[in-house]
């Protein structure tokens, strides 16, 4: 419906409301025409359209080996959190157990605190389960913390299966490991796409957590981290650029997934605001 | 209709993960918070010393203060932002809703890091805003109380959590049953009252639920301020981030964790409370 809002206010409104999608985008503008300037990340207005630090990016071997770190931890961090997100979600949805309650609000724990609480703890588990930091415990904190994300998604999607199926497989002589594979699974396709998606992205962006986790060898965000330290080119502004075009590319395609798989509106995006941190 | 087996297999595996790996980390935390550092060598002495150091200490107070009043601005910038145009959309908008929709939304899920490096360009004394600004011939030399202050931690937490606080907003503002503002403009309220008396009030919830998150995260964050806040920008976690490093002091770290997660989690039950006083009945 129209606006409960005379004219003159509503114009008004708008106005303000493009003020405000102007503050959101135009870091974002900026850091990616900067990407193109050949005189360095600040200064106006760019001058010289360059692709030089596209060039120096693609021959950085150090940023690359941050990729790939990123993406193996990214992998098998979704191997975890799937696999048992998955199982958590069927626990939540099917079993009933002591501590139930309890059960649900810690695997969301990771979502809700600050980074910092989880990395600290992880670090201190590592020291005495004597883990020598690495990509694995880097690997070990993703996987945990994002169990919450595949969770959330994926006991939403159960919520909307249609259990009459999986009864019918039974009665029909099925086994429950057929009926899992032939049935659940599958009906669950896009749901566990959409977590997949979700939670490689998330993992890709991850400081706080990685922040204490780390060991020798970098992760992408903290590969540029380190470098923020000392001292900024515009190669850096060259790969937040990819990495924005990139995580656009996900996230469509991750909304899109899941609006097919929830008939989501708009504002069921909502329900899933707690699976958001920024870390 | 599952059997006791089927239960088993899919509840064990996560209970006991989540177990080892979350529910154990985080009583360690716990158990750290009560240890004590002697010489340089961490002791397993059962003691409430550290809880005493943080109440004792002014230091303590005096930083968690300041954070508490930089997550307060960013809380207060967020609502600013993300209200009306949350209102713009869920009511002045009528082609292309969706679209806008998704252009708030996606910013949300762009990297932090990239998004708080973008303003790191901008703010710095040689960056875009100082350049802008003598492009103009606004000011002549570099402005250098851009970066590296408390102004822009809020600032680029603002810019990040905007979104975030927009979301519940609209969605609460959504839902609100049209007849209900239709009755209250027929009746003959202005758009004014129509806006304080039912509008707001059945926004209440999402507005909280904004809000909360806004403030939580704001308040345990210690990346903004090693990227933008400088010195004077130092917050809560980054006390328990240089306790942790350099300057060794594990246990009293914990502590400050420990009181972090108290916060976090006592704010998120009474938002919890205060959305269902709220809740449209």
């Not at chain 1, 965000?221 to 075009?245: C, D, Y």
Request: hydrophobic share 50%.
């Amino acid at each position: 419906m129209k606006a409960p809002l005379s004219t003159g206010r509503s114009s008004l409104l708008a106005i303000y409301a493009a003020f405000v999608f102007a503050f959101i985008y135009l870091p974002i503008v900026v850091l990616v025409v900067y990407s193109f300037n050949r005189d360095g990340v600040g200064g106006f207005p760019p001058r010289h359209f360059t692709l030089d630090w596209y060039s120096q990016l693609f021959a950085d071997s150090s940023i690359w080996d941050s990729v790939l770190n990123s993406l193996v931890v990214a992998g098998a961090s979704i191997v975890l959190a799937l696999t048992l997100g998955l199982l958590a979600a069927l626990a939540l949805d099917r079993a009933s157990f002591p501590g139930k309650a309890l059960f649900r609000r810690l695997v969301l724990l990771p979502l809700i605190l600050p980074g910092i609480i989880t990395g600290l703890s992880l670090l201190m588990f590592a020291k005495y389960a004597d883990l020598p930091l690495s990509l694995w415990t880097v690997f070990l904190g993703h996987g945990t913390a994002l169990i919450s994300v595949a969770t959330t998604e994926l006991f939403a999607g159960l919520q909307k299966l249609d259990r009459a199926q999986e009864e019918a497989s039974l009665d029909l002589g099925a086994t429950p490991w057929q009926t899992f594979w032939r049935i659940t699974l599958p009906n669950l396709k896009l749901s566990l796409i959409a977590a997949g998606l979700l939670i490689f992205t998330l993992s890709m962006d991850e400081i706080a957590v990685t922040f204490f986790l780390i060991g020798r060898d970098n992760t992408l965000p903290l590969e540029i981290w380190g470098r923020l330290r000392r001292g900024i080119t515009p190669e850096i502004n060259a790969v937040s650029t990819l990495i924005f075009a990139v995580s656009l590319g996900l996230i469509v395609s991750w909304y899109h997934l899941r609006s097919r798989s929830l008939g989501a509106q708009p504002g069921s995006y909502s329900n899933n605001l707690r699976t958001r941190r920024t870390s | 209709m599952y059997s006791r087996t089927y239960k088993s297999l899919v509840s064990i595996p996560p209970l006991l993960w989540v177990g080892v790996f979350l529910l154990l980390p985080y009583t360690l935390m716990f158990a750290h918070s009560l240890w004590a550092v002697r010489d340089g060598v961490m002791v397993h002495q059962w003691n409430w010393d550290n809880y005493k150091t943080l109440f004792s200490n002014p230091l303590y107070a005096e930083v968690l203060l300041r954070t508490m009043r930089i997550a307060g601005s960013v809380t207060v910038c967020s609502l600013l932002l993300g209200y009306p145009l949350a209102y713009y959309l869920a009511f002045q908008v009528g082609a292309r809703k969706e679209l806008q929709y998704q252009l708030v939304v996606v910013p949300l899920w762009v990297s932090y890091l990239v998004r708080g490096y973008a303003w790191k360009t901008i703010l710095g004394s040689d960056g875009v805003l100082n350049g802008f600004l003598q492009y103009l011939h606004l000011t002549h030399e570099p402005v250098g109380f851009f970066l590296y202050s408390p102004f822009a931690v809020v600032l680029m937490l603002t810019h990040i959590y905007t979104p975030f606080v927009f979301l519940p907003i609209y969605a609460a503002l959504e839902h609100i049953p049209r007849p209900l503002i239709e009755a209250s403009q027929d009746l003959g309220a202005s758009s004014w009252q129509t806006f304080w008396r039912v509008i707001l009030p059945l926004s209440m919830p999402g507005l909280l639920a904004g809000a909360t998150f806004a403030f939580v995260l704001s308040l345990g964050d210690f990346l903004a301020p090693l990227l933008v806040g400088g010195p004077s920008g130092t917050m809560i976690a980054n006390v328990v981030q240089s306790l942790f490093g350099a300057a060794f002091d594990w246990p009293l770290g914990a502590a400050i964790s420990v009181g972090i997660l108290v916060i976090t989690i006592s704010l998120l039950f009474l938002s919890e409370f205060l959305e269902k006083q709220w809740a449209f009945k």
